[in-house]
């Protein structure tokens, strides 16, 4: 059972950077791939990015390439989402999950591979 917890979202300016946490309990963290989903008013839920387990595997949504970056620290059992050069178009609430699947058995973007999902923590550009 993994318990995760998301932190970080707030309201940024368009341009701006923000840094969103992901925190899991657990002493297997790092046999867990974990991806950050979106989700804004009256739209699917979307992949935004992917980090296999020992972090040498990463997956990126076209709409975020070259401004986000997700990175793990497995000793604090954390997963992080660097986003740069911020749009309006990026305000959602952002959702960690993790799947124990292994990453070469699974597509990153794909919701339904993923067995544990956070609350979420909102993100607000303004432009």
């Known amino acids: 059972q993994v318990q995760l917890v998301e932190s970080g979202g707030g309201l940024v300016q368009a341009g701006g950077s923000l840094r969103l946490s992901c925190a899991a309990s657990?002493?297997?963290?790092?046999?867990?791939?974990v991806g950050w989903f979106r989700q804004a008013p009256g739209k699917d839920r979307e992949f935004v990015a992917a980090i296999s387990g020992n972090g040498v595997r990463t997956s990126y949504a076209d709409s975020v390439k070259g401004r986000f970056t997700i990175s793990r620290d497995n000793g604090k059992n954390t997963v992080y989402l660097q986003m740069n050069a911020l749009k309006s178009e990026d305000t959602a609430v952002y959702v960690c999950?993790?799947?124990?699947?292994?990453?070469?058995?699974?597509?990153?973007?794909?919701?339904?591979?993923?067995?544990?999902w956070g609350q979420g923590t909102q993100v607000t550009v303004s432009s």
């Open positions: 999950a993790a799947t124990a699947t292994s990453w070469y058995f699974m597509s990153p973007e794909g919701l339904r591979y993923y067995d544990y």
């Open positions: 657990g002493r297997t963290f790092s046999s867990y791939a």
